[in-house]
């Protein structure tokens, strides 16, 4: 069957059994407004206003009376996480008794607290019995309010966490996420003769057009260059450590480059029409990776060559061995004037690091100086560059704990950012140091950066999932559905 007959019987079948889960999801819409509006601000953190403006635009699945509750918890809030919960059960039973069941053991049928407190950073939803959600699911309505209530936008985050509660509070099953799941799964199954073809294979397919183009502009290059990379070869003297070194790579080269001539034709053979299978994918991608692998390793032959013989060719070719190490240096000064938050870019190791970036760039200056007078072998000065970049790391992984301890006091914490910024240490680029050892690796600019912003977001994140907090220690015999997190 072709792609369109495809289509088009899918279409028709999909077109059913869509429509269906879509009038079953419009018809079960939420149409209630809030039956009232109770706020008690002892915080003074709210803007009525706009919290009413707010609740009137939000619509319920059941009438439901809906409270905003703020308390400032004082420093003993950072401490306690069943505060929050223990002061809006505490103010209910002195201030406002209508929130409490008639035998007062549970919250009262048809209402919904949001409470939150500015100083603990504490954020709690309580429920009436006939309102009562799963704790996945408040946690879920308290993580809506997190990122306005983070900046200091008290208003804003209480509105968002009134439309998440109103939004999961006795929702029908059919706008429930089992509802969505069972409806969007029919419509799949009705879906997937052609929709798996169709945007599945046509992205296979696209991804292996890119790769054979690819392959093929690399292997032309490849082809053109292998006699010249022949004759670099027999230039490079076997005296030499990185010499040495090369010509083995080179012994790598030859026998790929046999390798890339089967992959070129098994790609040449492929027709398009199987462009969109697997195992098609596979192989172009294959053929891509090897054609550019080789056309990098041709060109640092060819720089290794010039530099350790120090032909006309050669200031070009160690400028090309430098370059990445200078722009890591050149980046030192703004990742610690800028990337960095500003309460960890003060530290004490941040100056070595400094010094360390100044005098680098100057010996890269001498290094080539001392190549020009020939007062250094090329070999040394490859040794000095790898110094260079060991130094560099060195110092940024000295950076990372120190940043890891100046962010966190917490062990686990630290050891999440460390982690982060030590990981993703770069392995590979076209240079002769990088090609003459495959066990080496380093630190760049770069990777520390990712790492340092990957890991402030994984403890920010961790922050704000740590459980919810459900039960009231002061509370007796309470057990009113309820809990709370922090943000």
């Known amino acids: 069957m072709s792609i369109r007959q495809r289509a088009l019987v899918g279409g028709v079948a999909s077109l059913g059994v869509v429509g269906t889960a879509v009038w079953g999801f419009l018809s079960q819409a939420p149409e209630h407004g809030a039956t009232e509006l109770q706020i008690e601000d002892t915080a003074g953190i709210l803007y009525a206003p706009d919290l009413e403006a707010a609740v009137e635009e939000i619509s319920f699945y059941e ?3 809906v409270a905003v509750f703020t308390h400032r918890g004082g420093s003993e809030a950072l401490m306690d996480d069943h505060a929050l919960n223990d002061a809006t059960l505490e103010y209910a039973q002195t201030t406002r008794p209508d929130w409490l069941s008639d035998n007062e053991q549970k919250w009262a049928d048809d209402l919904f607290i949001l409470g939150v407190d500015p100083e603990g950073r504490l954020v709690g939803t309580y429920f009436g019995e006939n309102r009562a959600v799963s704790e996945d699911t408040q946690a879920d309505i308290q993580e809506a309010t997190k990122d306005d209530f983070r900046r200091g936008q008290w208003t804003e ?10 939004g999961q509070m006795n929702q029908p099953f059919a706008r429930s996420g089992g509802g969505i799941a069972v409806g969007a799964g029919i419509s799949l199954a009705t879906l997937a003769g052609s929709g798996t ?8 397919r696209s991804r292996s ?8 502009r690399a292997m032309a290059n490849v082809v053109r260059d292998y006699d010249v990379t022949q004759v670099h070869a027999n230039l490079i ?3 030499s450590r990185y010499g040495g070194a090369m010509l083995r790579r080179y012994e790598d080269y030859t026998q790929t480059f046999r390798e890339l001539t089967e992959l070129g034709n098994q790609a040449r053979a492929i027709p398009e029409s199987s462009y969109d299978t697997t195992q098609t994918l596979s192989t172009l991608t294959s053929y891509q990776e090897t054609a550019e692998g080789l056309d990098k390793l041709d060109d640092v032959i060819a720089d290794t060559a010039a530099l350790l013989n120090l032909d006309r060719a050669w200031p070009q070719s160690w400028e090309r061995q430098l370059a990445s190490l200078r722009e890591d240096l050149e980046g030192v000064d703004p990742m610690l004037s800028t990337t960095l938050d500003e309460e960890v870019r003060g530290l004490d190791e941040a100056q070595p690091l400094r010094e360390f970036a100044s005098q680098s760039l100057a010996e890269l200056d001498q290094l080539h100086g001392d190549l020009e007078a020939r007062a250094i072998t090329p070999d040394d000065a490859l040794d000095a560059l790898r110094n260079l970049r060991d130094g560099l790391s060195g110092h940024l992984d000295t950076l990372a704990g120190a940043v890891a301890r100046a962010y966190s006091e917490e062990e686990s914490e630290q050891r999440t950012m460390k982690e982060a910024m030590r990981d993703g240490r770069v392995s590979s680029e076209p240079t002769i140091l990088s090609a003459s050892d495959h066990t080496w690796t380093w630190i760049t600019i770069s990777s520390f950066n990712n790492g340092y912003s990957s890991g402030t977001s994984q403890v920010q994140q961790s922050r704000s999932s740590n459980g919810s907090t459900s039960g009231y220690s002061s509370g007796g015999s309470f057990s009113g559905a309820g809990s709370s997190s922090r943000f």
């Open 197 to 204: 073809y169709l945007l599945v294979g046509t992205r296979r």
């Open 209 to 216: 057009r890119t790769a054979r183009a690819a392959g093929d």
């Open 157 to 166: 985050g209480s509105s968002a966490g009134i439309e998440a509660a109103a």
């Open 63 to 65: 009438p439901t009376t």
């Open 237 to 239: 003297p076997e005296t």
